[in-house]
């Protein structure tokens, strides 16, 4: 606006000179002298010209700046914009968590991004100890103030640069895919569980069912690594005075991080009790402990660079703490439930899983579910006592109808979704009566969660 408001002027000025000129001009060439009886009119009709003629360049060359400024007020203008646009494309805001002012105390890792080329290392995913391949699950126990609740992870598909994983925790009803990239596998140095809905699937630099083979090589080699724990800002944490190392943000996305290092405490393996397939093993870990920002943190990672699966974690000041409690995954070693049913019986199963506190069988129970209803259709004969049980959180009462529920809800899944005859499956609940283990850990309570198949 400022360059067009100065414009008007300069033509107006231009317009007075060119009705000028011709009044000079057009004197001095009528006789071809001055006029008579004025001979210094002349004179002062050449001054006027002259003056005329300075002041309309004087008038243009302003009107020149003034457009320039003008244009470099635009230019300054776009550029900043284009500036500010990419601060705000930028992966991660850095934030201080106390004061929410901006932190350049290292760089966070990218999001929603594709993962890099890596070499396919599936020929090593199945020598694992925990083979890394399609029907993977993984179920972690996390003990809070109002029970246990399960969240698994379940391999969905596999590529050369990544591998994809369906989550969901059975107390929020929250589902979510997080695709890890093999490259992080190899070398990231951050950990982050748990998930929200707005989280990116691609979390650059962390990993989320174990360590990197780069961590488990630093304990093992260094007796030192250093680490990060990430997760999902928790309204509870902030409540309670958690205090992260900082707190990032990005895209309307914000997460704590707590950072450090992390000691090789025992120098041998540490073994950890875990359901696998069914079947209660125990598997070797490294045990290491540390200071992360300020939280006491500790952690028992499968001794296995092909995959160092995190079988515990803990945050004992906060009362945080998780643990694997079972794995499942094609080709194992236990026993079938029909082999189980035909030798024994009887036959535990810890494949059906329900929301927290409820009779809801959550999806990941379908192949376990087929697989029982498939052993009635070979074996027609048979006929099946389903059993419910539940660890002893909540109260005898409590638990006696949740196990019975329970119970109730397989027989309706296996008539509805499978046509299995409703007079060959009879239910029962035992709540917390019959346990397996001790309920006093968080393995034990695992394992005392269960269905039991009885033949007839």
């Known amino acids: 606006m400022r360059a067009a408001e100065n414009a008007v002027p300069i033509v107006a000025a231009g317009a007075v000179i060119n009705n000028a000129v011709p009044e000079v001009s057009g004197g001095a060439a009528s006789s071809g002298r001055p006029a008579s009886g004025k001979s210094?009119?002349?004179?002062?009709?050449?001054?006027?010209?002259?003056?005329?003629i300075l002041l309309f360049l004087g008038l243009l060359g302003l009107g020149g700046c003034v457009y320039v400024a003008y244009r470099i007020k635009n230019k300054t203008m776009e550029v900043a914009e284009s500036v500010t646009q990419q601060g705000q494309e930028a992966l991660k805001v850095p934030l201080d968590s106390a004061s929410g002012d901006q932190n350049a105390n290292g760089s966070a890792p990218a999001q929603d991004v594709r993962c890099p080329a890596a070499p396919s290392v599936t020929a090593s995913d199945k020598a694992a100890i925990v083979?890394?391949?399609?029907?993977?699950?993984?179920?972690?126990?996390?003990?809070v103030s109002y029970g246990d609740y399960e969240l698994i992870e379940n391999a969905d598909s596999f590529a050369?640069?990544?591998?994809?994983?369906?989550?969901?925790?059975?107390?929020n009803h929250n589902e979510v895919y997080r695709t890890i990239c093999r490259e992080d596998l190899q070398t990231a140095h951050a950990y982050k569980t748990g998930f929200g809905d707005g989280d990116p699937e691609v979390f650059r630099g962390t990993t989320l069912f174990s360590v990197s083979a780069a961590v488990l090589n630093d304990l093992k080699t260094k007796r030192r690594a250093t680490f990060t724990y990430t997760q999902t800002v928790d309204e509870a944490d902030d409540a309670a005075g958690k205090t992260a190392s900082r707190r990032l943000e990005h895209d309307g996305f914000t997460w704590d991080e707590w950072s450090g290092e992390l000691v090789q405490v025992e120098?041998?393996?540490t073994l950890i009790p875990v359901i696998v397939n069914d079947q209660r093993v125990e598997l070797p870990a490294v045990?290491?402990?540390?200071?992360?920002?300020k939280e006491l943190t500790e952690l028992w990672v499968v001794d296995d660079p092909l995959n160092p699966v995190t079988l515990r974690f803990a945050q004992p000041n906060s009362k945080f703490s998780l643990q694997v409690v079972k794995i499942s995954f094609p080709g194992g070693e236990a026993p079938k439930i029909e082999q189980s049913l035909k030798q024994n019986g009887t036959a535990e199963v810890h494949g059906i899983y329900f929301d927290f506190g409820s009779d809801r069988i959550r999806r990941e129970s379908e192949p376990v579910l087929k697989e029982i209803a498939d052993a009635m259709k070979t074996n027609s004969w048979w006929n099946l006592s389903i059993e419910g049980h539940t660890d002893n959180i909540g109260g005898d009462q409590y638990n006696q109808r949740?196990?019975?529920?329970?119970?109730?809800?397989?027989?309706?899944?296996?008539?509805?979704?499978?046509?299995i005859d409703n007079s060959r499956l009879k239910t029962a609940g035992f709540g917390a009566s019959q346990p397996k283990?001790?309920?006093?850990?968080?393995?034990?309570?695992?394992?005392?969660?269960r269905v039991e198949l009885?033949?007839?």
């Open 267 to 269: 120098p041998d393996d």
């Open 40 to 52: 210094g009119n002349g004179l002062l009709g050449v001054i006027v010209l002259v003056a005329s």
């Open 287 to 293: 045990h290491a402990r540390g200071m992360l920002g």
């Open 160 to 171: 050369a640069d990544s591998v994809r994983f369906f989550m969901s925790d059975g107390a």
């Open 402 to 419: 949740l196990s019975e529920r329970r119970a109730a809800a397989v027989k309706s899944a296996l008539v509805e979704r499978y046509s």
């Open 454 to 456: 009885v033949r007839h």
């Open 131 to 143: 083979p890394l391949g399609p029907g993977l699950t993984i179920v972690d126990a996390w003990h």
């Open 437 to 449: 283990e001790s309920n006093n850990t968080l393995e034990g309570r695992a394992r005392n969660r």
